[in-house]
């Protein structure tokens, strides 16, 4: 592990009162040498009893660092016309364009490279859905001033979004409802930051804490 160099770093956060104060310790670790990080795109653990469902979106260049929401939609297909958005953690049931305001998954000033969905944030139970179910991801942009309803139409116009996975009829397992290729992304970097959470008691001014080695 030739020239490296690892530095630790501290954040300290201001606090009043007896409450602990926190504060994040970040240990950055780097190379001269890039390295390959490969993680799966789409990542299929459980069944249809405890199934949870995690994916990488890759942004296209064209629209790095522009304004934008992720969306996650799921519909039945019993019900073609309902449609559901994940809004963090909560479905919630789009009935109208009224409901559309706060109805994305994630929003960011600036569209990464990569943004990372967790579908369920819990293992969920579908066995009483099976063969229904479609899981949808997009995103759209906006100004930031604008609402979501903005972006959300802006992903419909520019039919920016994709099925990502559906529930098949037994016996089709969930990791056979994935709509693309099973492929893994990877990443090059030569800098890791690991954070650590710490609380150290005060009483009353500022958190104090060592330097970590």
């Given amino acids: 592990m030739k020239n490296l160099i690892q530095q630790t770093s501290l954040i300290i956060v201001l606090s009043s009162g007896s409450t602990s104060g926190w504060a994040n310790i970040t240990e950055t670790t780097e190379s001269g040498a890039p390295t390959t990080y490969c ?32 969306f996650v939609g799921a519909r039945l297909k019993s019900q073609p016309d ?72 802006e992903m419909a116009n520019s039919a920016r979004y994709e099925l990502l996975w559906e529930s098949l009829p037994l016996p089709y397992l969930p990791l056979n409802g994935i709509h693309s290729p099973l492929a893994n992304i990877c990443l090059e970097t030569t800098k890791v930051m690991k954070i650590i959470k710490t609380a150290t008691p005060n009483t009353g001014g500022s958190t104090v804490l060592d330097d970590a080695q």
Wanted: a negative charge; hydrophobic letters at 40%; glycine letters at 6%.
């Fill in 39 to 70: 993680v799966s795109q789409t990542l299929i653990r459980g069944g249809y009893e405890n199934l949870v469902i995690d994916h990488n979106m890759i942004v296209p260049a064209i629209d790095h660092a522009k304004v934008g929401d992720i």
């Fill in 82 to 153: 309902a449609l559901w958005l994940l809004s963090g953690i909560t479905w919630r049931k789009i009935e109208s364009s009224s409901d559309l305001p706060n109805s994305q998954y994630q929003h960011y000033d600036e569209l990464p490279l990569v943004a990372p969905i967790s579908i369920f944030n819990s293992p969920m139970d579908l066995r009483a859905n099976i063969g229904d179910i479609e899981i949808w991801v997009g995103y759209g942009l906006r100004s930031v001033t604008e609402p979501a309803e903005v972006s959300f139409n």
